[in-house]
């Protein structure tokens, strides 16, 4: 019974003691340089229901159909550049099509058809137009640009082995590591 009374106690010192860090992890963090840089930075895309990613999901592997990908890289993107422009320039950045690294291969049994099985025959690809601003919202430099890496598994530009979006991730910061007068 003692046991029992002191384990108690102490599974209620923790709760009492968890309480402010949880009331801390709730709370929502300030603004950083990264919020802050990034509103010079817009991103959108151009009819992403008719991207090569959205209707190679849609035919190979229908129940990995998910769209959150581009919540992401357009906040990498915005996030990325945001931090590589001059203040007071801004860069505009329409996504044309996007296909991932690697593909379905439909010839697999079972539950093997719908992983994407990563091959350097199934590079990133990522089209885009670019505008980039000056401060008075003079065009600087304009222009199209079909981002590629056939050599993508050995470029040794992958951020984390655990990020699913590594390899586009990777293939934007190469375009992004140009800078402004390169891009």
């Known amino acids: 019974m ?29 603004a950083t340089a990264d919020t802050a840089t990034a509103a010079n930075v817009t991103v959108t895309y151009d009819q992403p229901e008719k991207f090569t990613e959205t209707r190679k999901l849609r035919s190979l592997a229908p129940t990995r159909l998910d769209d959150g990908y581009l919540k992401t890289l357009k906040t990498y993107i915005e996030t990325r550049a945001g931090k590589m422009l001059p203040p007071g320039d801004r ?12 593909s379905f291969e439909p010839w697999r049994r079972g539950t093997m058809q719908e992983v994407r099985i990563i091959k350097d025959i199934y590079p990133p690809r990522i089209d885009l137009h670019f505008r980039l601003l000056d401060a008075s919202g003079k065009v600087i430099r304009e222009g199209e ?39």
């Open 2 to 30: 003692k046991c029992r009374t002191t384990l108690q106690l102490l599974l209620a010192a923790m709760t009492l003691l968890g309480m402010p860090a949880m009331a801390a992890a709730a709370t929502p963090p300030a």
């Open 91 to 102: 860069l505009d950045i329409v996504v044309t099509d996007i296909d991932r690294a690697g």
């Open 145 to 183: 640009r079909k981002l590629r890496d056939p050599g993508f598994m050995s470029s040794g530009g992958a951020t984390s082995s655990n990020d699913s979006l590594r390899y586009e991730k990777a293939l934007l910061d190469r375009w992004l590591r140009k800078g402004p007068d390169q891009l």
